[in-house]
């Protein structure tokens, strides 16, 4: 007999079944939890499915609720897929249907489901990630890049960049960050929000930056998770991309990942036809569209930058001087999960 209840207790078994699962990610573990709740302080809701001791699937939920932009429930905030896990289909429906449930007694705007599955569900696709194969040859994977990757790559290498993997960049790494995000209209997450990533994930991550001279032009923040890199965040000063640091910076990370074994390399979330989805398209990357599903009544949230308040939005805080964005952003950073 299968049940299905919020999660109070059995926490290793949780994070057992997100390691052996094949279709969980880095954004079940129960520490991306923890940080969510502890610096936004949203609920959260996590569903188990057990069948007596062995759980035959998961679905992990917040309650956001905002007096500005109402109340929703989130498969997974911050997070560009992490949505239902489960054996089987049966399974599957039945932490949704539960999900559902939840939504109604809360009485929600809506429910949203981020992943990679459909579900019969009102569905947002306009969003992709790009997934490049890797080799334990670097070489292999090289032959595969454009040919306009490689000249900007072999641009970058001699053009005096730098790589860095060291964690002590985190406040100059946290610059070029958020000042991109700035320069996009975004707010940004805190500097203790990254430093809460890296160390309750301390063995899964990896801080890398591009330097050009003593400056810190470029950087990113890795997830290891599985046989899989992923790129989490990251960013580049425009005023240094006549150098290239951002092929730079790929290549040495896939180059490495191929070093130590790693089958897949994740660029990351782009809106469908934007400016970083061509730019992932130009590595071989292959586009794996997400599905952002929603429970609602008769409409599909538009939460990207095409959405005409967003845009203005953007307008209004790429004008606003960079200090002072930078010391409000991570007060409004919760608006945009």
């Known amino acids: 007999m299968i049940e299905v209840f919020k999660l109070k207790k059995d926490e290793e078994l949780w994070n057992g079944y997100v390691y052996s699962s094949s279709d969980t990610t880095f954004y079940h573990q129960l520490a991306w939890r923890d940080i969510i709740k502890d610096l936004y302080g949203f609920k ?59 939504a109604d007694t809360y009485d929600v705007d809506y429910l949203e489901l981020r992943g990679f599955k459909e579900f019969g569900l009102l569905a947002d696709t306009r969003y992709y990630t790009f997934i490049l194969k890797l080799e334990r040859d670097h070489e292999v994977v090289w032959r595969r890049l454009s040919k306009k990757v490689r000249n900007s790559t072999r641009k970058a290498i001699k053009s005096g960049l730098r790589i860095e993997k060291d964690g002590s960049y985190l406040k100059d790494f946290y610059n070029v960050y958020s000042r991109n995000m700035h320069s996009l209209g975004t707010p ?106 929603f429970y609602t009544s008769n409409y599909v949230p538009d939460t990207s930058m095409q959405n005409p308040k967003r845009r203005k939005f953007a ?16 007060m409004l950073r919760r608006y945009f999960p």
């Open 315 to 330: 307008e209004f805080w790429r004008k606003i001087p960079y200090p002072i964005a930078n010391a409000f952003g991570h």
């Open 44 to 102: 959260p809701i996590y569903l188990v499915a057990k069948d007596r001791d062995a759980i035959r699937g998961i679905l992990p939920m917040f309650l956001i609720k905002s007096r500005l932009f109402g109340m929703k429930i989130i498969s997974i905030p911050f997070a560009p897929y992490g949505g239902v896990c489960a054996d089987d289909e049966l399974i599957e429906r039945m932490l949704i249907e539960e999900a559902k449930k939840i």
């Open 188 to 293: 940004t997450h805190s500097l203790r929000f990254f430093k809460k990533v890296l160390r309750k994930f301390s063995e899964k991550t990896d801080l890398v930056v591009v330097r050009y001279g003593d400056e810190v032009v470029a950087g990113a923040i890795l997830l290891r998770f599985k046989d899989t890199v992923i790129s989490g965040w990251a960013g580049s000063l425009r005023s240094y991309l006549k150098f290239c640091p951002n092929n730079m910076m790929y290549w040495t990370i896939i180059r490495d990942a191929c070093k130590d074994g790693y089958k897949y390399f994740d660029f990351g979330r782009s809106l469908a036809n934007s400016g970083t989805f061509r730019f992932k398209i130009a590595w071989a990357a292959e586009p794996i569209r997400l599905n952002y599903q």
